[in-house]
């Protein structure tokens, strides 16, 4: 079974720094695209950034400048650098994932558990 665990969130102060990560694990035979999203309470979850397998990206503009998105292919892993965190930044952020099981008849969405990243004025 393929799974996405999330780690890196946690509090910090406006003009901080946070590096999350996203592994994926389990039978995988290919990834395809990878990327953050972010969901605040009452509102669509939304687009942080993405990052194909060969490493072509795409970022929400709210974040274009301060975050950075790349992976390490032989890891399964995507990672997101915050740098400049403004408070408007506080959410819960997930991982998702185009993942091709070892057997499997197609690509398949993965989604992780989440992980909150707070920033204080």
């Given at each position: 079974q393929v799974q996405l665990v999330e780690s890196g969130g946690g509090?910090?102060?406006a003009g901080g720094s946070l590096r999350l990560?996203?592994?994926a694990s389990g039978s995988i035979a290919s990834i395809n695209v990878m990327g953050w999203y972010r969901q605040t309470p009452g509102k669509l979850r939304e687009l942080v950034a993405t990052i194909t397998g060969a490493g072509a990206t795409n970022s929400a503009?709210?974040?274009k400048g301060?975050?950075?998105i790349s992976r390490d292919n032989a890891k399964n892993t995507v990672y997101l650098?915050?740098?400049s965190l403004k408070p408007e930044d506080t959410a819960v952020y997930f991982c998702r994932a185009i993942i091709?099981?070892?057997f499997s008849a197609g690509y398949v969405e993965h989604?992780?558990?989440g992980t909150l990243v707070t920033v204080s004025p």
């Open positions: 509090s910090v102060q990560s996203c592994a503009d709210s974040v301060r975050f950075t650098q915050m740098n091709l099981a070892t989604w992780g558990q």
